[in-house]
């Protein structure tokens, strides 16, 4: 072919040369849209070649090649090589990318390495096959399954500006033939892995023999397999007919084949022993009992004989060798065994760690590992490095064994060039300044200064124990990090040549070790293919399954080849599993292999299982491609189109959306079935023994996703009802092989599986999946329970004691709930709030109903029922929909999450309602015998359980007796701890000793635990009451006291108050003062016992060190004493102001959670969230402290100073070390805000700010507030971390747009939730579960340099009133679809903070050169507003508004600009603007002047609207002449429309090009006009301009186009510019 360019090119791009150069014009503005094609298609084996003529250094990037399938003479051009779809295979830099996915990392040379001058071409094979050509050398293959007709395609990207073609015809015969030699070798090496497998691999010989016997039991031919291993003896020829194999037997087998090879290599030739595992490696035998193999197994499959302690590698056991001194194996008469080739060898050259190493370390393992000593009292001085140099490509990786909960930061890792010989060890890494490149949280530091704040989504302060953490030195240069196996991308682009590893073992980091075993996914894929190799099916069909109608539909649902890191697909891909379960619990993601259908069930069997981790399997759905899914380790971390049910919630996008769904899955019985492995060829039992271990399962989950879009989830066949709604119809089913789970199988027999009940989402009572009726079966009727009809929104779970609302801040009503039965006389119904919302206005309602729950038809209020009901609404009481009485004793609406409403019917008919236990009076009489009670999850309240209190009531209660439903508690899952029964003689205990309570004086409250605690047991209280009227609180310790030696209970004799127990010694926290028997030991210890307030909790832990540690609101405050003895008890006081408290901990014994894997769910939970105990839903919110003051604290970043009476802080020098923290804590409801005094545009990114939940009076402030791994939620950007982890994007403003002089504010709601203020506007909930106290954090970073606190609140602003609103000022018809109205009819002038917004100041210049009067336009420019997206957000703004009388809704005009009009001031005005109408009017730039002139809007020749005769008949037309017309003349018609998306149409809006004068850069305007449009002046009707899609989801098709023809009928009121 002719070995030159196509005509067509890029548009910047131009040829010479006869079509053989291309030059990119502008190249030093523009550095794309430089496409270049050859200009036929290659031929097989031809190098279309080209020459660098050119490169500037002015951009990134360089020269791109590849080939395409599309045809060039029809191609839109792209922008750049990688945005070519459709068959296209791309080589940019030094990756290989195909129809913009990423398909290969590392290929090749680096593209963008090359100079002017060298060469670079592109081929296909014969094979098909990509090759990339570097200065006449053969890169490889870069990709394969090429089509035949291909184009060569050459990107004058970046830096690269010119080429020229040398070139097209295929390489000399020497290079040609060299690679076809590399690529047979490769060929048959890659051939001779797979038939046999690693010559020393006695697992694979195994595995082989077990398929030829299948394949001769079957009477099929197998193939000989040459194998350097002969056939084991213990293997026989020769088989009885009743030692077939089914199909499921088989792979099973395979299956373990493969787990014991996998743990014979990576245990029996680990750390501590030598040998690799054969049939029998211990002694040759081929029988052992159960128990035998089992214990042998408890360090791997088998251990080559070698002792446990055993560090060498020299003798390795073969198949069936005997491990001692002799080996009668044959391979071990051959050569050694698989251990002795793997990590048992140890030689000069294995990577270990330096003799030389920190003061503080210790190293075993032959140096493998390494260890801090004294970890809780030292936190540095923990560096190790590598013995060696690390080599191009050497994976350096390490587990971390050891973590303790005392310091902030964990473990860094990275490379130096230091020699370890001659380097004086730092006491941590980051303190060398020359040579080192370390990664520390989540960032890159590079001679200890940050060089990348945010390098991954992984925080090495976040890993826990069995964490792998490894890094690669490339030959490139490029340094890259990995998290357990995941590369986590280029942290460093030019590494020197000689580099050590090193690993600093600092803060919560103690102990690590080298792994030698990267390889796992490699050896994964290795072993499914020789399984494949092996299979006896294949070559031949599959018969189909018993439990498979159509097993060879090509649509069949299978698990796609592409699985997780730890994850293997098997059985023709119908079982997926986790072969490393014992050692890892995560990385087990599996997807199908294409989308479910609607209504199609997805449904799987857990096959096996293992008892060492928290957590289960998961399934759910995403709209993720399994072939170009990253796979994460757990779908919950995926952060888009993913739905997951994970134990009893929903999750969506990493996010809870339901809490309480339906069967806990991480509950799923264990089944009693017999192994699938009971062969009776005994040759194969030793698989058996691996197998030990594990449990065999059969419980089954599913996942469906209905034709309306409703999510459903299955478990053992039992619909769990909608878990999500609006799912898109393409999404894969998943399933993640979490912790326990270990296998799992797709069913293909959906026969049993019970249909979807056709009411669960539709209709008004719908069937709640956790309904009792449909899980647990019929209801005891003792019991008062929800019932299971309810309404639209609400569902009921945990067994019918819980009751929410679903979509809560989309859905305000529609959430009835009943009673399942009626009331008897005198018996409380009593329910507490467990969860509310601050988005809407009301809140939860509640009452009795005589109509039975049958009978009922749900409304979406129930105050809208007109017949025998009885509803308390606020304070109003309410029958029958109207109100009887107002100003009744308590108001609903007040009321707050933890708060308790109880309502009862008396013997006499009368209806009263409790509020916390306390009677409010009678609300009406003359009820009917038979009443349900009735609860309307209305407004703010989401989510509330039936307490214990319900049942019988004594009508005499009050707050003066003392009753076990006074105190209602909820009891920790578990077994609880209780209170001794011993106690002092002011003490009552309730609720069989979890709750205690002073009922007299201030003293002699003293109560213990009933029993020893345990070594790290964690004893802990909430405080329930708190009376002021005492001095002094709460002391909590520890006691060798034994309560049973004491006296019978009332002991007078006991001391009054615990620092006076000096009997046997005690350890107490008195305040802040730790004591051991009245003897001072520590002042000002941790946060003082006298602050405690209601919700408070408190804690004591004896530590295995024998420190005590006091534990407040869960975090530890560190060691409070020393040398505590090991026989304990806890013990508590309630003195002074502490009345009341209930144990909220549970019994170590019970709590097995502690020592496994953390579960999915803590991965992006708050700290707040971590806690299980239901207590935690319903624990009392701290009551409102007084505003205070606020000023900066002493205690800062070290470039922070502070003035004003540290009211201001201002950065001095650098750009970081700029954190400053309030010296008083945020009280709820109390509005922090400060300004932006001063912004240094030398910097990039600006500040953040957020709140932290501990004491900042001795933290110790890092560089940076990302840094801070403890108890905080950041504001960064426009996004929300929480401990360094993003827990939300997208929210607010873009914080680094924020100019000077903007005010930003933080707020905590009554619902712990943090809020952002911006100018005085909240931008809503940011994070949840925040703290109390807890401490505004500012963080002066880049930009920012100056701070100011805003004394005097700024009040928040809601629409354009000058006067603050308040939510709950709003009424119920306030709130319509989700959307909340505001007062007036758009944002505010004073909130226009972006005062230097360069889009704004684009529109006013093209304004000014339209040469409009300025008379015309409002002298205050601050009613011009921009609606561009940083303004937007910075402001606030909803999409939608209400306005007018009647309300109708409009759009913000986003992406455009308004400048304000002059409009008259008179009463005829101020009523249009607050009764008219809004709506938008698009026109062109000629119709301006003339429509301004006349000021209204005109029609005919001055706009592009033309017009129509009165009596054409069209959508829009009137069908008859009106008042307004004359006969015979044409009215003319003006065009508007509530969306600028329809008007902002080119058809309606033209658009014009002009140069902007300042940047001299060409660019397109079109204008428009925002009106006030009078009521009924109009027609709404369908859009005369065709469009393919919706144009605003808000508005139909139908109505988006209003027509007007009515004269006086619109005001302006701004002019609208959008540039492009």
């Not at 809007?1497 to 609207?1505: P, R, T």
């Amino acid at each position: 072919m002719a070995a030159e360019l196509h005509p067509r090119s890029g548009k910047l791009i131009g040829l010479s040369n006869s079509n053989r150069t291309a030059r990119r014009n502008k190249p030093v503005q523009e550095f794309n849209h430089g496409l270049v094609l050859s200009k036929e298609p290659l031929r097989d084996r031809d190098v279309f070649t080209v020459r660098i003529d050119k490169k500037v250094n002015s951009w990134s990037g360089s020269i791109e090649i590849g080939v395409t399938a599309l045809d060039p003479a029809a191609l839109d051009f792209p922008s750049s090589a990688t945005g070519l779809k459709g068959g296209s295979w791309i080589v940019s830099g030094c990756s290989v990318v195909r129809d913009g996915r990423l398909v290969l990392e590392e290929y090749g040379r680096d593209l963008d390495q090359l100079a002017e001058g060298d060469r670079v071409g592109i081929q296909r094979s014969s094979r098909g096959e990509l090759h990339l050509w570097v200065n006449g050398q053969d890169c490889g293959a870069a990709a394969s399954g090429l089509p035949p007709k291909l184009w060569a395609v050459v990107d004058l990207y970046g830096k690269c500006t010119q080429v020229t073609v040398v070139s097209c015809e295929p390489p000399p015969a020497c290079a040609d033939r060299e690679s076809e030699e590399l690529d047979e070798e490769d060929g048959e090496e890659e051939e001779e892995v797979v038939v046999c497998g690693t010559r020393e691999d006695p697992g694979i010989t195994a595995l082989m023999n077990v398929a030829a016997m299948n394949g001769l039991m079957h009477g099929d031919e197998v193939p000989e397999l040459s194998c350097s291993h002969s056939r084991p003896d213990k293997f026989p020829n020769n088989l009885e007919p009743e030692t077939v194999l089914t199909e499921h037997q088989l792979f099973d087998v395979f299956n373990n084949a493969i787990v014991s090879f996998y743990r014979s290599e990576d245990e029996g030739g680990g750390e501590d022993g030598g040998g690799g595992g054969g049939v029998d490696g211990g002694n040759g035998r081929a029988g052992h009992t159960g128990s035998e193999l089992s214990s042998r197994n408890d360090r791997g499959s088998s251990s080559g004989g070698t002792t446990a302690n055993s560090d060498s590698g020299s003798t390795g056991g073969g198949v069936g060798g005997d491990g001692g001194s002799t080996n009668n194996s044959p391979a071990g008469n051959g050569g050694p065994g698989p251990g002795a080739l793997t990590g048992g060898m140890t030689t000069n050259d294995a990577l270990l760690f330096h003799e030389k190493c920190g003061t503080l370390i210790k190293l075993s393992n032959n140096n493998k590992t390494a260890e801090r000593r004294r970890p809780l009292d030292e936190f540095n001085n923990g560096v190790v490095m590598t013995n060696r140099p690390l080599r191009h490509n050497e994976m350096f990786e390490i587990r971390i064994d050891k973590l303790v909960d005392k310091w902030s930061g964990s473990i860094e890792i990275g490379v130096t060039t230091h020699n370890p010989n001659n380097l004086d060890y730092p006491a941590t890494m980051t303190n060398l300044r020359s040579g080192t490149i370390m990664m520390s949280g989540c960032g890159i530091l590079t001679n200890g200064k940050g060089t990348r704040r945010e390098y991954c989504e992984f925080s090495l302060d976040e890993l826990q124990e069995g964490d792998h953490i490894g890094l690669m030195r490339k030959a490139s240069g490029a340094l890259h990090f990995y998290i357990n196996g995941i590369d986590q991308g280029v942290a460093a682009a030019q590494t020197p040549g000689v580099v050590y590893g090193v690993v600093d073992l600092y803060g919560m980091a103690v102990k690590v070790t080298i792994v030698h075993n990267h390889n796992h996914s490699d050896r994964l894929r290795r072993n499914n293919a020789i399984m494949r190799a092996l299979s006896p099916d294949v070559g031949r069909p599959r018969p189909a399954l018993s439990l498979t109608p159509d097993a060879e539909a090509p649509d069949r649902l299978l698990f796609h080849p592409n699985c997780g890191q730890k994850a293997a697909i098997i059985g023709d891909g119908r079982t997926a599993l986790r072969p490393y379960a014992i050692d890892d619990f995560n990385h087990g993601v599996v997807l199908s292999n294409r989308p479910l259908r609607s209504n199609e069930v997805f449904q799987v069997r857990i096959d096996k299982m293992v008892d060492k981790w928290a957590g289960s399997i998961e399934i759910g759905v995403t709209t993720h491609n399994p072939a170009y899914l990253q796979l994460p380790s757990t779908m919950t971390n995926l952060r888009s189109g993913t739905w997951m049910m994970t134990g009893n919630g929903v999750m969506h996008n990493g996010t809870t959306i339901l809490d309480e769904y339906g069967h806990n899955l991480d509950r799923l019985k264990v089944s009693n079935l017999c192994p699938l492995l009971c062969i009776t060829s005994a040759e194969l039992y030793y698989n058996v023994s691996f197998y030990a271990q594990f449990s065999q399962a059969g419980d089954t989950v599913g996942v469906v996703r209905k034709e309306d879009g409703s999510l459903h989830f299955f478990v053992n066949g039992v619909p769990q009802g909608p878990a999500a709604w609006n799912v898109p119809p393409s999404v894969y089913a998943v399933v993640d092989l979490y912790g326990q789970a270990a296998q799992a199988t797709i069913m293909d027999d959906m026969v049993d599986l019970p249909p979807l009940p056709e009411d669960c989402s539709e209709g008004p009572t719908a069937l709640s999946p956790g309904s009792p009726c449909s899980i647990a079966g019929a209801i005891t009727t003792s019991d008062l329970r929800f019932h299971m009809l309810h309404g639209n929104n609400a569902v009921i779970t945990n067994g019918g004691r819980t009751a929410l609302r679903q979509n809560s801040r989309s859905e305000f009503n529609d959430a009835i709930v009943i009673s399942n039965r009626c009331l008897r006389d005198g018996e409380l119904f009593e329910i507490v709030i467990q969860k509310m919302v601050d988005r809407w206005s009301g809140s939860i309602e509640a009452g009795v109903t005589a109509i039975r729950p049958e009978e009922l038809e749900f409304p979406n209020t129930m105050t809208d029922i007109d017949y025998d009901t009885w509803m308390l609404s606020g304070t109003a009481i309410m029958q029958d929909g109207n109100t009887m009485r107002n100003n009744y004793g308590c108001d609903l609406d007040s009321l707050t999450s933890a708060s308790r409403i109880g309502m009862m019917r008396t013997a006499t008919g009368d209806l009263h309602y409790y509020i916390n236990g306390v009677d409010q009076g009678v609300a009406c009489t003359g009820l009917p015998s038979e009443v349900f009670a009735v609860i309307d999850l209305y407004g703010q309240c989401v989510q509330v359980s039936i307490t214990s209190s319900s049942g019988p009531l004594d009508n005499s209660l009050c707050t003066s007796n003392v009753t076990e439903n006074s105190f209602p508690i909820h009891y920790p899952a578990g077994v609880a701890h209780r209170f001794h029964s011993k106690h002092g003689k002011n003490v009552v205990l309730l609720g069989e000793g979890w709750q205690a309570i002073r009922v007299g004086g201030y003293s002699h409250a003293i109560v213990f635990s009933a029993k020893e605690l345990k070594n790290d047991e964690l004893f802990e209280v909430r405080i329930d009451v708190v009376d002021e009227q005492w001095s002094g609180s709460l002391h909590i310790g520890l006691t060798t006291l034994a309560p049973p030696e004491l006296p019978s209970c009332p002991m007078s004799g006991l001391s009054p108050s615990l620092p006076q127990l000096r009997t046997k010694v005690t350890w107490l926290l008195s305040g802040n003062e730790v004591r051991r028997n009245g003897v001072l030991l520590r002042q000002n210890y941790g946060c003082s016992l006298d602050r405690l307030i209601v919700g408070n909790r408190v804690g004591v832990k004896r530590c295995s060190d024998d420190t005590m540690h006091i534990f407040i609101d869960g975090e530890d405050m560190g060691p409070a004493a020393t040398a505590v003895a090991k026989n304990v008890y806890a013990v508590l006081d309630l003195y002074g102001k502490i009345t009341a408290a209930c144990i909220v901990s549970s019994s170590l014994s019970e709590d097995v959670e502690s020592v496994k894997a953390p579960s999915l769910t803590s991965d992006s939970c708050s700290e707040g969230e971590e806690d299980s105990s239901p207590v935690r839903e319903v624990e009392c919110e701290p009551g409102p402290l007084v505003p205070t003051v606020m000023t900066f604290l002493e205690n800062h970043g070290k470039n922070i100073q502070l003035s004003n009476q540290s009211l201001s802080a201002s950065r001095v020098s650098s750009y970081n070390q700029g954190l400053l923290v309030t010296a008083q804590p945020l009280s709820r409801q109390q509005l922090f805000q400060f300004q932006i005094d001063r912004l240094n545009p030398s910097w990039t990114s600006s500040l953040s700010l957020g709140v932290i939940g501990h004491a900042p009076d001795r933290l110790n402030f890092p560089s940076t507030a990302c840094c801070l791994k403890r108890s905080t939620w950041l504001l960064q950007r426009d996004s929300v971390f929480h401990n360094s982890l993003k827990i939300c994007e997208n929210y607010g403003p873009n914080l680094d747009t924020c100019p000077e002089g903007t005010v930003l504010g933080l707020l905590v709601d009554a619902n712990s939730c943090l809020h952002l203020y911006v100018n005085g506007m909240d931008q809503g909930v940011a994070a949840q579960d925040i703290p109390s106290p807890c401490y505004p954090i500012i963080d002066l970073y880049g930009q920012c340099e100056q701070v100011t606190i805003v004394t005097n609140n700024v009040p928040a602003v809601a629409g354009e009133s000058t006067e603050p609103r308040c939510q709950g000022d709003m009424e119920k018809a306030d709130m319509v679809d989700g959307i909340k109205e505001s007062v007036c009819w758009t944002p505010p002038p004073e909130v226009n903070p972006n005062k230097t917004c360069e889009y704004q100041a684009l529109c006013s210049r093209f304004k000014e050169l339209l040469t409009l009067p300025d008379g015309y336009f409002s002298e205050d420019a601050k009613y011009n507003l921009c609606y561009c997206e940083s303004c937007h957000k910075l402001r606030g703004d909803e999409a939608y508004y209400k306005r007018g009388e009647p309300p109708r809704d409009y759009a913000l005009p986003f992406g455009w600009c308004r400048f304000a009009l002059r409009i008259k001031a008179n009463c005829e005005v101020s009523n249009a603007m607050k009764k008219w109408h809004i709506a938008y009017h698009g026109t062109s730039v000629g119709a301006l002047r003339r429509t301004l002139d006349h000021n209204q809007l005109l029609s005919g020749a001055s706009s592009v609207f033309s017009v129509s005769p009165v009596k054409t008949e069209g959508p829009n037309d009137y069908s008859e002449a009106d008042e307004y017309s004359a006969p015979g003349r044409e009215v003319p018609r003006v065009h508007l429309s509530p969306t600028m998306r329809y008007s902002g149409l080119e058809t309606f809006a033209p658009k014009v090009q002009f140069q902007d004068p300042r940047s001299h850069r060409c660019h397109q305007a079109q204008v428009g006009f925002q009106v006030c449009v009078r009521p009924g002046s109009y027609k709404a009707g369908p859009q005369t301009v065709s469009q393919s899609e919706s144009l605003d989801p808000r508005f139909s098709s139908s109505e988006i186009e209003w027509i007007t023809k009515e004269q006086g009928g619109t005001m302006l009121y701004g002019l609208l510019v959008r540039v492009e």
